[in-house]
C-alpha cells in the first residue's frame, strides 16, 4: 500500500514538473518566434550620474536577417512600477515580429538592475523620509530642472543612446515605449535624445505643447494609451473618470496641439513632421495596459507607420498571450507539484515521522466561526489601504537596511493584523471560549502532546528541511527557465524570478516578518482557533476547507476592491476618488490583482500541508517563503 501511494506521488510529481518546464520551453520558442527572433540577456554599460560605473540588464530582440548590412529601426521598452523588463516581453516580441529590434530594459531599483531607485533622486525642497520623497517626485523629470532630480530616464537614456549606436540599428529611426512610471522615464530619454523618431505612452501623463516656443518638436509622434478604469489618479488628469478626458483642454490643446476637443482612437497631426497625435480609449485597467489586445495593435500599427515599417503581419496578429499563458501554466503546475512532493518525501523513512494525526478533539462552534472569520475580514479591509500605504512611504524603516519598497508595505499591515490577532486569541483561549472549550496547543496545531504544550524540535526540524527542499525545487526550476529559455515563472507580471545577491538578503530580511503573520494568522488561528470539521471524503475536505479558509483570508481585500472598482465600474470614479482620498488610489489598489492570486493558489497548499502533517509548519512556512521570495525577488527597491 504504501509503495503504490509512494508511486502515485512520483507520477503526479513528474507530471507536474513535465508540464512546467514543457509550458516554458513552448513559451520561449513563442517569444523568439520560433527561431526568426534572437533573445538574448544582455549587460549594457552605464555611468551614472553620480559617477557609479555599473551595468543596465536587458533582453534583446534581434530580427533574422537584420545586421548591420541590412540595420532595422528599434525600440526602446521601459516597463512600469513594480515590475520588470519581462514586463514589457509582450510589446517587444511583436515588434521584433515586425522587423522591428526590441530593446527592453531593468530601470533602477527593479529586476536585475543593481541601481536602486534612490539614484532617480528627488526633489529636496520636499519634507518626509527619502522613499516618500522619490514618490512625490515621479512626475519631477530631468528636464525640469529641479535640485535633487538625478536620472529621471532611470537608466533609460543610457539605454536609448546604446541601441542607437548599434550597427544594426538605424539610428534615426528608434522610438521609445514605456508603461507607468516607465513613461516618465520615456518622456526623460525623449527629451534628451531629440532624434528619437516615436514614443507610445502606456497609462501617462501629458507632455506638451506640441512645439516651442522655437517651432521645434518636442516629442515625435506619440501615441497615448489610455485605461478606461486607471486607478492613479495623476494618469487621468485628477479626473474621477475618464471618458471625456479628451474634452480636457491640457489633452486637446497642450498634448494634440488642436483648438478644439479631440476624438478618442484618431490620429491628429502629421508623421513626417512629427506632429502626430492619438489619444487611444482602452476598456481595462492599469495595469492591463501591458497586455491589452487594442492597445498592442495600436502600438504596432502606431510604430511600423512612424519608422516606415512595411510588415508582412497585420497589427492584429498577435501571440503574447499565448506565451503569457503557458507561462502562467508553468507556474502554476510547479507550485502544484509541492503537493504530491510533500506526499512522496512522507512517506520515506526519514520524513514520515513530520505525518502527524490530525487533531480531532475541537471544531470551532460554528458560530463562533463566523464571529471570528467577520472580525478577520473586517480588520484586513479596514487596515490595508491605510497602513500599507504608511509602510510604502512614510513608516521609518532605516532605507539602508528595509530596502524592498512594497515589502515594506505589506509586513507593516500584515503584522498589524497579528498584533490584533495575537491578544484577541491570547483573551479567548486563557479566559474565553478556548478556556471553557479545554483547547490545548495540540488543538491549536503547534504541540505534539494533546494536554501539555511540548514542541519536537527533531520533527519540525524534518519540516523545516522539507520547506527547504520544496522552495529549492521551485528556485531550480525557475532559475533553469531563466538561464536556458529566458522564462521565470509568472504570469504578465513578476511572481517568481532568479535572486540577485542584493535580493537574496532582502528575501532573509523580509522573511520573519512575513512567517509571523503565516505561522499565527494563517497557521493557529485558520486551522487551529478556527478549525473545521471534516467531511466524509478527503477531496471533500479539502476543498470546503480551502474555499472557508479563502474566504477568511481574502474576505477583506474582496471589500476594498469592490469599495474600489464599482463605483469605477459603474462611472462614478473610484470609492477613494469620490470620499476625497486619492492618495490611497494606486499601487496597492492595483497590486490586488497579484494578491488574490497568490492567496488562491498557496491556501490551497498550506491546506493541504496541514490535513498531511496534523501541524501549521510546513504551510505556513512554504506561504511565507513563496510570498516573500514574490515580494523581494521582483518588487522595487530603494
Not at 506521488?9 to 509550458?23: G, M, R, T, W, Y
Not at 510533500?342 to 470551532?364: E, G, H, I, M, N
Not at 471553557?436 to 519540516?463: A, C, H, N, P, Q
Request: aromatic share 16%; glycine share 8%; charged share 15%.
Amino acid at each position: 500500500m504504501l509503495q503504490k501511494k509512494r508511486f502515485k506521488s512520483l507520477i503526479a510529481f513528474f507530471v507536474c514538473i513535465f508540464l512546467a518546464v514543457a509550458s516554458m520551453i513552448i513559451a520561449s520558442y513563442i517569444e523568439s518566434d520560433f527561431g526568426k527572433v534572437s533573445v538574448k540577456q544582455i549587460k549594457i554599460p552605464i555611468t551614472t550620474n553620480n559617477g557609479v560605473s555599473t551595468y543596465i540588464h536587458a533582453k534583446l530582440y534581434l530580427p533574422e536577417g537584420v545586421n548591420s548590412a541590412n540595420p532595422a529601426p528599434a525600440v526602446l521598452l521601459m516597463h512600469g512600477y513594480q515590475n520588470d523588463k519581462d514586463t514589457s516581453a509582450a510589446f517587444a516580441l511583436e515588434l521584433a515580429r515586425r522587423k522591428i529590434v526590441a530593446l527592453s530594459i531593468d530601470e533602477f531599483g527593479h529586476g536585475e538592475n543593481p541601481i536602486g531607485m534612490r539614484n532617480r533622486g528627488y526633489d529636496l525642497s520636499r519634507s518626509g523620509p527619502n522613499r516618500f520623497k522619490m514618490f512625490m517626485s515621479f512626475s519631477t523629470l530631468n528636464f525640469d530642472q529641479v535640485d535633487g532630480i538625478i536620472d529621471s530616464s532611470m537608466g533609460g537614456t543610457a539605454a536609448f543612446r546604446w541601441l542607437q549606436s548599434r550597427d544594426y540599428v538605424l539610428a534615426d529611426k528608434v522610438g521609445i515605449t514605456g508603461h507607468s512610471m516607465g513613461t516618465w522615464s520615456s518622456y526623460t530619454v525623449a527629451a534628451e535624445n531629440p532624434g528619437h523618431a516615436a514614443i507610445v505612452i502606456q497609462c501617462g501623463e501629458v507632455e506638451g505643447p506640441v512645439r516651442d516656443g522655437d517651432g521645434n518638436v518636442t516629442f515625435r509622434n506619440v501615441l497615448l494609451l489610455q485605461a478606461k478604469y486607471d486607478e492613479f489618479d495623476y494618469f487621468r488628469d485628477y479626473w474621477r473618470t475618464t471618458e471625456n478626458l479628451n474634452k480636457s483642454e491640457w489633452r486637446y490643446k497642450i498634448f494634440c496641439g488642436q483648438d478644439a476637443p479631440v476624438e478618442w482612437n484618431k490620429t491628429y497631426g502629421s508623421f513626417a513632421d512629427g506632429t502626430a497625435r492619438r489619444m487611444e480609449f482602452l476598456n481595462t485597467v492599469h495595469r492591463g495596459v501591458t497586455h491589452s489586445k487594442k492597445g498592442i495593435s495600436t502600438a504596432m500599427e502606431w510604430f511600423t507607420t512612424a519608422l516606415g515599417v512595411v510588415p508582412e503581419i497585420p497589427p492584429s496578429d498577435l501571440v503574447y498571450m499565448q506565451r503569457e499563458l503557458l507561462m502562467g501554466l508553468a507556474l502554476l503546475a510547479a507550485v502544484l507539484s509541492l503537493l504530491p512532493l510533500c506526499s512522496f518525501l512522507l512517506t520515506t523513512k526519514f520524513f514520515a515521522p513530520v505525518a502527524q494525526p490530525l487533531p480531532d478533539r475541537y471544531t470551532a462552534p460554528k458560530k463562533s466561526w463566523h464571529k471570528m472569520a467577520i472580525t478577520s475580514i473586517l480588520l484586513s479591509a479596514i487596515f490595508y489601504p491605510f497602513v500599507t500605504q504608511l509602510g510604502h512611504g512614510l513608516f521609518p524603516y532605516p532605507d539602508g537596511l528595509f530596502k524592498t519598497l512594497m515589502a515594506g508595505g505589506l509586513i507593516l499591515w500584515l503584522d498589524l493584523l497579528f498584533v490584533i490577532a495575537f491578544f484577541l486569541f491570547r483573551r479567548w483561549y486563557k479566559k474565553g471560549e478556548g478556556k471553557e472549550l479545554g483547547v490545548t496547543m495540540y488543538d491549536m496545531g503547534l504541540s505534539f502532546e494533546r494536554e501539555k504544550t511540548v514542541l519536537d524540535w527533531k520533527i519540525i526540524g524534518k519540516t523545516v528541511l522539507m520547506a527547504l527542499i520544496m522552495f529549492g525545487l521551485l528556485y531550480a526550476l525557475t532559475t533553469i527557465g531563466y538561464r536556458f529559455f529566458n522564462t521565470d515563472l509568472r504570469f504578465i507580471w513578476p511572481f517568481l524570478r532568479p535572486f540577485t545577491p542584493g535580493r537574496f538578503l532582502q528575501f532573509l530580511l523580509y522573511l520573519p516578518f512575513f512567517l509571523v503573520f503565516f505561522l499565527f494568522n494563517g497557521g493557529v488561528r485558520l486551522f487551529g482557533q478556527m478549525r473545521l470539521k471534516e467531511y466524509e471524503s478527503p477531496v471533500k475536505t479539502q476543498l470546503v476547507w480551502w474555499l472557508k479558509n479563502i474566504y477568511v483570508m481574502l474576505g477583506g481585500l474582496v471589500i476594498v476592491a469592490l469599495f474600489e472598482y464599482v463605483p469605477f465600474l459603474l462611472g462614478y470614479g473610484t470609492g477613494w476618488a469620490l470620499t476625497g482620498l486619492t492618495i490611497f488610489d494606486g499601487p496597492f489598489m492595483s497590486a490586488l490583482v497579484l494578491i488574490f492570486p497568490q492567496f488562491f493558489v498557496l491556501f490551497f497548499v498550506a491546506t493541504y500541508f496541514y490535513r498531511k502533517t496534523g501541524k501549521v509548519y510546513l504551510g505556513s512556512l512554504i506561504t511565507a517563503m513563496i510570498v516573500a521570495w514574490i515580494t523581494c525577488g521582483g518588487a522595487a527597491y530603494f
